[in-house]
């Protein structure tokens, strides 16, 4: 806390005892930071005299200067200690009476002039004659007569965020016409050169770097001059303008002053400044620490220059700037040219080594005891992207959604770690998610990324805060930002907290803020609404503090990396963020390759990849890094020559690992350990959906305690917070608790499965993990180990029997992809053939996963329990769009005699038939290319469009785009061959997408219905789309309703729709056809023989074109229902038009 006393006590001896140089240098800082305007700066030394300019009091411009320093604090004080930190070092006599030589580049602070305006005008060399740039110039200046007088307004942006063009004043132009040697010029190159003509006139008429406008002899004011590097004009116009910079100039002192006094010059001329230097607060007024930024003392078309900035030098101008800072070098002075700049404490510096050597000594070992250089797999990431819902309910469905990306795009788009925090564009990246599945490896990359920085890599970033949410007590509300970064995140503690948190203010964009395990964050619901905004208060929650910090009010300008489950809290905040990030599973290869790091020997490591490949389930569950390390610590505890086999369910791997990690602890201590308070306390943390150990129930034993810790059960946080530490191990007690438990009957364990049609509170992948344990601990043959009380309970018999009869009466084809999905995998951790088939009789002919992201595991439970359709002579359609399934998954379950025709995105589709091909397998190559559809196929996004003519393409070549020989059907493909419905549903006008649509639609000789709804189309649509008309013999419905077809178009489609012999029904409501448009409809309509249905209604015909129609009507026998209302056609002909023919409906 500052007081506005003690602020001007430190201004006022800058001002007194600077040197010149650092006293421009330090306003300039000032100017930078956006302490205050550039109106306001240039109020500050209004100019009366042409040549000296006022005489500036020293304690005036303190105080003046002091003001917008203190309601700006945390973006000036670094700069005001830098500028009192160089006082203290000795500086070069010199002699008062010699004038400032302002640094070359400060030039590049002063507006141009009006006449380089011209010269660097982008579109100049566009015109063809001077005669047609005056004329442009006109156009533009007749709208700005009513502006300020003669000056050149800088750019402005649009609503759209983009530069807008300088616009000359009417003033200017007038002043433009009267120069004959401008006018005289007979092409722009001659235009140009009397520009720069102009130019070295005022080069060689300058006397002094500016000079202000003053009034000659006859009263008039002169023009004004600068001088001009012409070496420096073509930077100066890419930089972009800077707000001016006076000239200061210190002289002798005067009438015996004691202070000195200094003597700006403004480079600005022209009118008065509407500002009005606010008076100083009271005495003892203390600005708020926690204003990071402040709005601008005044607004003005140069604030908005001021904030248009080239791209940056490594260091910025201002400690507290989050933006680009300006391309400006400081004065030579010792302290600006030797030192980084902002200066880091050295105490600050200290204690960030120290967070290095900290992250590096915790962040070394991995999980398991495994090293990190050693045991890392560096998966790849994908990066994501959101959309905004196109089609038909466009304008009700605004809201972004994330983009489900096909196998082979999910391979286009991966990227490594060196990329999380790369800028793809011309957009930092503050705000990154990470999204995974539990297991995947969330924490080991965040903590792999905080070791990288520890050892000289993120160089961007001078401070790392890792919070493990897992440890955070969401319920409390004492909580500050300082205590959140420097007391619950996982750095070392610190002496000088409060140096360290104040630079951590000053630089926020020098700070990264990780928020891993963000699941256990809680609901956000109202999480925008109810955020932190002060970094003083310490009232909040750690669910308002990040709220502070994710909508930036809080530290604006820190990078924020959230680490999330895909199905979890941060999902309705997707939206939202600048960066989304998906973490990859194990590939086939880096199985083999952690797995050959888990073992020394190669004979070892040949055994367990044998095991592995042979347990095909296993080798599935292994894409999964954490299940992987559980499946080796399985193998090193075996003898490598047994023949033991490994488990075939999940629930089996959590049990034998967990087994063998107590049998360890047994061996050790000589006794056994009774979990059975372990498994209560893990179903208390599962209904608050949390990993963190009930406050009320940490009073347990030590030796328990220690015992959930060395069987890798729970985790610890600085000594002082436990909890579980994962996910899997957690649930797998829970569901023990449940199934074990005489507490919980059956009812209770019903509602924690996927049989429960009762609407409950999400809790994501915590609910589908413990159902699969509920159901595979029901039917597992053997009995838990080290239950205790537990094993006692011997009624699993009733719970088993409940859960079969909610069994019996599912309905799996009301399930939703993903319930369905979790069902399947519920039914397979039983083991029991009866309930897979069970499961298999009821299952509905029409088979979607679509929008479920399938996994490696969850295609092989889909495959083994589909196999059991055979005996039940079942068949099935399959859909797997939006799913990602794995090209393998995809060509496992293809391979599925049920399964008679299957739809997956394109690109997958066609890299199945290349990988079929490529193995010579020409019998499933022959089957894949039979069983794949896509009716109705719908064209959202251009993409899709470009995939169906690649399936086009290869119809007509007959062979695929990477071989060369031609493919075993002679007829190509036949799903283009047999498409019937295609739905165009962009929802707007995408000429490129038409376009393609047009070249399409010839080769689907079996269409039948064409969806054209709602895409504003236009009359040249419509006459594109008659060209082709003639080609779709199959065509019976066609809708081109709700869009802007006219006269023009309608008349180009009447010609075709003649031809159109198998045309049934035919949607034009919601155009704009008038009665020429309906007289060429009307023309035509006894010519369709086959039109059964016509729609025209809302259309701006008048009772003309309706009597039209309704007179073609009667020469159409076979035209069942004429609908043609609208509000241009009386009510009364419309019920005469009926009454004589029955077949025109009413509205």
């Given amino acids: 806390m500052a007081s506005f006393q003690e602020v001007l006590r430190e201004v006022r001896k800058v001002v007194q005892e600077a040197h010149p140089d650092l006293l421009t240098a330090f306003l300039t800082e000032l100017l930078e930071a956006e302490v205050f305007s550039a109106e306001y700066y240039q109020s500050l030394f209004q100019c009366t005299d042409p040549d000296l300019g006022v005489r500036t009091d020293v304690e005036d411009l303190a105080r003046k200067l002091a003001l917008p320093v203190w309601q700006t604090w945390d973006n000036s004080k670094e700069i005001l200690y830098s500028a009192l930190g160089s006082l203290e070092d000795p500086q070069d006599d010199f002699v008062e009476s010699e004038p400032l030589t302002p640094d070359p580049q400060l030039l590049d602070l002063v507006p141009v002039s009006w006449f380089e ?10 015109f063809e004659t001077p005669d047609a740039y005056f004329e442009s110039l006109k156009e533009e200046c007749d709208a700005l007569d009513a502006e300020a007088e003669c000056q050149v307004p800088l750019k402005e942006e649009n609503e759209d965020g983009k530069r ?3 616009k000359l004043s009417a003033s200017l132009f007038e002043e433009l016409l009267s120069r004959p040697d401008l006018l005289e010029c007979d092409s722009i190159d001659a235009l140009i050169e009397s520009l720069k003509d102009e130019f070295e006139t005022l080069d060689a008429e300058a006397e002094c770097p500016i000079l202000v406008k003053e009034e000659n002899e006859n009263g008039k004011k002169p023009k004004r001059k600068r001088p001009v590097e012409r070496s420096s004009r073509k930077r100066r116009r890419l930089n972009q303008k800077k707000p001016a910079t006076p000239t200061l100039q210190l002289i002798q002192p005067i009438n015996g002053l004691v202070r000195p006094t200094y003597v700006l010059v403004s480079p600005q001329s022209g009118g008065p400044l509407y500002q009005i230097v606010p008076l100083s607060p009271a005495v003892g007024a203390v600005a708020p620490v926690e204003l990071s930024r ?6 003005s078309l140069s604030d908005t220059a001021s904030k248009i900035q080239p791209p940056s030098p490594p260091t910025p101008v201002s400690p507290s700037k989050d933006k680009t800072p300006q391309d400006y070098s400081p004065p030579s002075t010792p302290l600006r040219t030797q030192e980084p700049r902002p200066e880091i404490p050295k105490r600050v510096e200290d204690y960030i080594q120290k967070l290095k050597s900290h992250l590096k000594d915790t962040y070394s070992v991995m999980e398991g005891g495994k090293k990190m250089d050693s045991h890392y797999i560096d998966t790849r990431l994908v990066q994501r992207k959101l959309v905004i819902q196109t089609g038909k309910n466009a304008n009700k469905c605004l809201e972004k959604e994330l983009v489900v990306l096909s196998d082979s795009e999910r391979r286009k788009a991966m990227v490594d770690r060196s990329h999380v925090f790369q800028n793809c564009g011309p957009k930092p990246k503050p705000l990154i998610t990470v999204l995974g599945k539990t297991g995947l490896g969330k924490s080991t990359l965040i903590q792999r990324l905080a070791l990288d920085w520890s050892t000289g890599g993120l160089a961007q970033f001078q401070f790392v805060f890792l919070l493990n949410c897992k440890v955070l007590d969401v319920t409390k509300s004492n909580y500050d930002l300082k205590t959140l970064l420097f007391g619950l995140s996982s750095a070392p503690d610190c002496k000088d907290s409060e140096a360290a948190f104040k630079y951590v203010l000053a630089n926020p964009n020098k700070v990264l803020i990780i928020f891993d395990s963000f699941d256990d964050i809680g609901e956000l619901e109202g999480l925008l609404q109810s955020s932190a905004t002060s970094v003083t208060d310490n009232s909040y929650t750690v669910r308002q503090l990040f709220s502070g910090l994710f909508q930036k009010k ?10 999330t489950r895909p199905k979890d809290a941060l999902n309705h905040l997707l939206r939202k963020v600048d960066s989304i990030l998906e973490i990859c599973c194990f590939s086939p290869k880096d199985i083999q390759f952690y797995v050959s790091k888990c073992f020394v020997e190669a004979s070892k490591q040949e055994s367990a990849l044998r095991k592995i490949q042979n347990q095909q389930y296993i080798f599935n569950l292994c894409s999964n890094p954490l299940l992987c390390r559980f499946t080796c610590f399985l193998l090193e505890q075996d003898n490598p020559e047994d023949d033991d086999t490994l488990p075939s369910t999940l629930t089996d791997l959590c049990q034998r690992v967990l087994d063998h990690h107590l049998e360890l602890r047994d061996k050790v201590q000589g006794s056994k350990q009774d979990i059975s308070q372990l498994c209560n306390m893990a179903w208390d943390s599962f209904k608050t959906c949390s990993s963190l150990l009930n406050q009320d129930q940490t009073e347990i034993s030590k030796q328990l305690m220690d015992c959930g810790l060395n069987c890798e059960i729970l985790a610890s946080h600085k000594a002082q917070v436990t909890y579980f530490s994962s996910l899997f191990m957690q649930n797998f007690l829970a569901a023990m608790f449940l199934v074990q438990s005489k507490d919980i009957n059956e009812r209770t364990l019903v509602a924690q499965t996927i049989l429960n049609h009762r609407k409950k509170k999400v809790c994501g992948e915590w609910q589908d993990i413990l159902q699969r344990f509920i159901l595979g601990l029901l039917y597992q043959k053997a009995t838990p180990h080290y239950c205790g009380a537990l094993q006692s309970f011997n009624d699993a018999q009733a719970k088993r029997k409940t859960l079969e009869t909610q069994l019996e009466n599912l309905k799996p084809g009301e399930l939703t992809p993903g319930r369905l999905l979790e069902l399947f995998h519920c039914v397979y951790e039983t083991s029991k053939v009866r309930l897979a088939k069970h499961l298999v009789k009821k299952l509905p002919e029409n088979l979607s996963f679509c929008g479920a992201q399938l996994t490696p595991v969850d295609v092989y439970v889909v495959w083994h329990l589909l196999q059991h359709a055979k005996g039940l002579k079942r068949t099935f359609s399959v859909d797997l769009r939006d799913t990602c399934v794995p090209l393998s998954g995809l060509k496992e379950l293809v391979a599925l005699s049920c399964i008679t025709s299957f739809r997956a995105p394109t690109l997958d589709t066609i890299d199945l038939w290349e990988d079929l091909h490529h193995n010579s397998d020409e019998v499933s190559l022959k089957n894949a290319l039979d069983k794949f559809t896509m009716d109705p196929f719908k064209a959202s996004q251009l993409s899709h469009l470009d995939n169906l003519g690649l ?22 493909i036949p799903a283009v061959r047999h498409l019937k419905k295609l739905e165009y549903e962009f929802g707007r006008n995408e000429p490129e997408a038409f376009l393609k649509l047009i070249e399409i639609l010839p080769a689907l000789e079996s269409l039948q219905h064409l969806d054209l709804e709602n895409n504003i189309l236009r009359d040249s649509e419509a006459e594109k789309l008659a060209g082709v008309l003639n080609s779709l013999s199959s ?28 045309l049934q029904k035919l949607s034009l409501y919601g155009n704009e056809i008038a009665d020429s448009g309906a007289e060429n409809l009307a023309s035509v309509l006894p010519a369709m023989k086959s039109l059964l249905n016509l ?20 020469n159409s026998p076979s035209l069942k229902s004429l609908q043609m209302w609208n509000n241009s056609i009386p009510l009364g002909v419309l019920d005469h038009l009926r009454i004589q023919d029955n077949r025109i409906t009413a509205p």
Avoid: W
């Avoid at 305006?117 to 566009?126: G, H, I, K």
């Avoid at 809080?554 to 680490?563: F, K, M, N, Q, R």
């Avoid at 399936?951 to 190509?972: A, C, F, N, W, Y």
């Fill in 294 to 299: 402040t709005t601008q003392i005044m607004s």
């Fill in 164 to 166: 807008t063009k300088r």
């Fill in 117 to 126: 305006e011209l010269l660097f005008r982008p579109d100049l060399p566009e």
């Fill in 1095 to 1114: 729609d025209v209604k809302y259309n701006q015909f008048t009772d003309i074109g309706a009597k039209k129609l309704s007179m073609a009507l009667k």
């Fill in 554 to 563: 809080i530290l604006s300008g820190c990078t924020l990396l959230v680490a």
């Fill in 1035 to 1062: 065509l019976r419905i066609l809708n081109l309703s709700q869009n802007r077809i006219g006269d023009a178009g309608m008349e180009k489609l009447a010609q075709s729709l003649a031809a159109a012999s198998s």
């Fill in 951 to 972: 399936l086009v393409q290869i119809h007509r070549e007959k062979k695929l785009p990477m071989r060369e020989s031609e493919l075993t059907l002679e007829d190509g």
